[in-house]
């Protein structure tokens, strides 16, 4: 089945400093990818959507000079957390799916601990 | 815009049936249905499009009234397996974003 891989699985940094986040679509191509956020026993909020070779579409509420994303590739989208904070440590999760109707395949995760 | 999941939590034996319930105030295209185990990403169970259907999934089935943008996940004879949090995604327009409810953690105990 198709696999997305994400990386990193678990990163702490100091306030301050940016993190960057990979999304890989292993076997599949993805045109849009998606950026989820989930807060502890919370539910998976969408962040923004990723579209290969153009701008991200940013979810209300959602700072886009805090996060950006690039979607380089059919197979590789980016987020990168900008000065963060301690109220940027979360869960981030990635997905894609190969095509809309489709079903989403979600990355493992990306714990953030931000010191 | 979130739908509405409920209950919020469940607790069951092993064997007994759960019906988790996801309701949209907006009109629905499709309903997809995800189990998360703490620390893990989700994984898929279903889809159900838009006209009703039903869908199967071993002991896991699906519904989806499309008139009262409610969708139904019923659980038989649960096992222990099944312990973990159900969400409920929701696509307002076929544009493969989905839409989460607030998640229904269920725990099955022997």
Redesign the interface.
Same mark, same amino acid.
């Given at each position: 089945g198709a696999v997305v891989s994400q990386h990193p699985s678990r990163v702490i940094c100091k306030s301050g400093t940016s993190v960057k986040i990979e999304c890989r679509s292993l076997d599949f191509q993805a045109t849009?990818m998606?950026w989820?956020r989930q807060f502890p %026993?919370? &539910?998976?909020?969408?962040m923004a959507?990723s579209n290969e070779g153009s701008k991200a579409t940013y979810e209300q509420g959602v700072e886009k000079d805090k996060f950006l994303i690039n979607h380089a590739s059919l197979t590789l989208s980016t987020l990168t957390v900008t000065s963060a904070h301690p109220e940027d440590s979360s869960f981030y999760?990635c997905s894609a &799916?190969q @095509?809309? $109707?489709? %079903?989403?395949?979600? $990355? &493992? @995760?990306t714990q953030l601990s931000v010191l | 815009q979130?739908p509405v999941q409920s209950p919020q939590a469940v607790i069951l034996r092993e064997g007994e049936d759960a019906v988790i319930n996801c309701s949209s105030s907006k009109a629905l295209?499709?309903v997809?249905w995800?189990r998360q185990k703490h620390g893990?990403?989700?994984?898929?169970l279903m +889809?159900l #499009?838009k006209g009703g259907e039903q869908k199967g999934h071993e002991k896991i089935s699906a519904s989806f009234n499309e008139k009262k943008q409610q969708s139904s996940l019923y659980l038989t004879a649960s096992q222990l397996s099944y312990s973990g949090t159900y969400?409920c995604?929701t696509?307002y327009g076929? =544009?493969?974003? #989905? +839409?989460?409810?607030?998640?229904t =953690?269920l725990q099955v105990k022997p």
């Open positions: 849009t998606f989820y %026993k919370k &539910s998976l909020m969408l959507t999760i &799916s @095509g809309a $109707g489709e %079903k989403l395949f979600f $990355g &493992s @995760g | 979130q295209y499709s997809h995800y893990e990403a989700p994984v898929f +889809i #499009l969400f995604g696509d076929n =544009t493969g974003k #989905l +839409i989460f409810g607030q998640g =953690t």
